[in-house]
């Protein structure tokens, strides 16, 4: 089998299976979503790495929710020092700092990414982050995280501390198509699984929330007239959201 199919075949399977087995995580996930947008409440998004990717997907994105805040902090992200985000990620006590920028409180919903879930920062965010009274989900992959000791003095991992778990069915070290002649894996499917969860999390919660009567502000592409659109709800939560 040629690695492109050995890749495309193990993401179609992974897509199937996680979305199968987590479909009561998803469901229950979009309820407190629903909650949240019914009470004119948020859903922070916040990933180190390239799991901040998944903040980002869901931000300021056509057909999106406007009631979505990415928790980013550029340190943690590839783009400025790629090795040292990788340290920063363990860092004790950078959380705190970090979650004095957004004003996540209760019936706010926070979804921390993190594929391993062993690093202080996802760690130490969500646990403050319940402290405020925001309902926190972790999406991580279970395989992974069980693999590995946390790296957090409590020994606790990220799916120890969020209220709600959405496994990403990922193996440990993401990889996936291994090439003859090559010792690592290629072909990384945590990126795709993120996506998928994510997005079948906001547009249950959209379903149910508009069903409930409360249709939710959503941006429409600007490429395809909604200029003047996304203005009126960019004016409306430019105040609370510091990244519009």
Do not use: C
Not at 67 to 86: F, G, K, N
Not at 127 to 142: H, N, Q, V, Y
Not at 199 to 210: C, D, F, P, Q
Not at 221 to 240: M, Q
């Amino acid at each position: 089998m040629s690695a492109f199919d050995e890749y495309l075949g193990a993401v179609r399977q992974q897509l199937e299976q996680t979305a199968e087995r987590q479909r009561l995580a998803i469901e229950t996930a979009a309820g407190w979503l629903s909650d949240a947008l019914v009470a004119g409440r948020f859903l922070y998004v916040f990933g180190t790495g390239h799991s901040h990717l998944l903040a980002e997907e869901v931000f300021y994105r056509a057909g999106g929710l406007a009631r979505v805040i990415p928790i980013l902090d550029e340190p943690l992200m590839l783009h400025q020092a790629a090795s040292e985000s990788t340290q920063v990620e363990r860092r004790l006590g950078y959380a705190a700092d970090l979650l004095k920028r957004y004003p996540v409180g209760p019936g706010d919903v926070l979804l921390v990414a993190s594929n391993s879930g062993r690093n202080a920062v996802p760690i130490e965010l969500t646990l403050e982050a319940r402290a405020r009274g925001a309902r926190t989900i972790a999406l991580t992959s279970l395989t992974q995280s069980a693999a590995w000791p946390s790296r957090h003095p409590s020994g606790k991992k990220l799916a120890d501390v969020a209220e709600l778990v959405l496994d990403n069915g990922v193996r440990d070290g993401d990889a996936v198509v291994a090439i003859p002649g090559l010792d690592q894996r290629v072909g990384p499917t945590s990126s795709v699984m993120g996506l998928l969860l994510i997005n079948l999390v906001v547009v249950s919660a959209v379903e149910n929330a508009t069903a409930r009567g409360y249709p939710p502000e959503v941006f429409v592409s600007s490429n395809a007239g909604g200029d003047d659109h996304n203005e009126r709800l960019i004016a409306r939560f430019r105040p609370v959201n510091p990244h519009l």
